[in-house]
Nanobody, 122 residues
Framework: QVQFVESGGGLVQPGGSLRLSCVVS????????VGWYRHTPGKQRELVAA???????NYADFVKGRFTISRDNLKNAVYLQMNSLKVEDTAAYYC????????????????WGQGTQVTVSS
């Protein structure tokens, strides 16, 4: 079974930065697209950024120019560099994988890690 362990969240002021990490176990990450999703109460879990198995990336409009996704297949890890954070970025962030590209905009996977909480507040 594929497992995800996310870390790196925390409390940051508006305009600040955080780097999230996700370590994937139970499978080789290389053939999968990987993505970061976020969830706030009352909303569906939505795609923030994704990195295909062969190179292309895509970003939700609300993070373009501020967030950068990267992956390290040797470490079976995915990262999300978050800059110029806004209050509305406050959410629990999760990573996941998919065989398809693009990844679903609204999460449909059945297995998730515990996520990492990002709180942007002054």
């Amino acid at each position: 079974q594929v497992q995800f362990v996310e870390s790196g969240g925390g409390l940051v002021q508006p305009g600040g930065s955080l780097r999230l990490s996700c370590v994937v176990s139970g499978t080789n990450l290389r053939p999968y697209a990987v993505g970061w999703y976020r969830h706030t109460p009352g909303k569906q879990r939505e795609l923030v950024a994704a990195f295909s198995a062969i190179g292309p990336t895509n970003y939700a409009d609300f993070v373009k120019g501020r967030f950068t996704i990267s992956r390290d297949n040797l470490k079976n890890a995915v990262y999300l560099q978050m800059n110029s954070l806004k209050v509305e970025d406050t959410a629990a962030y999760y990573c996941n994988v998919a065989r398809t590209w693009p990844m679903p905009t609204i999460a449909s996977m059945s297995s998730w890690g515990q996520g990492t909480q990002v709180t942007v507040s002054s």
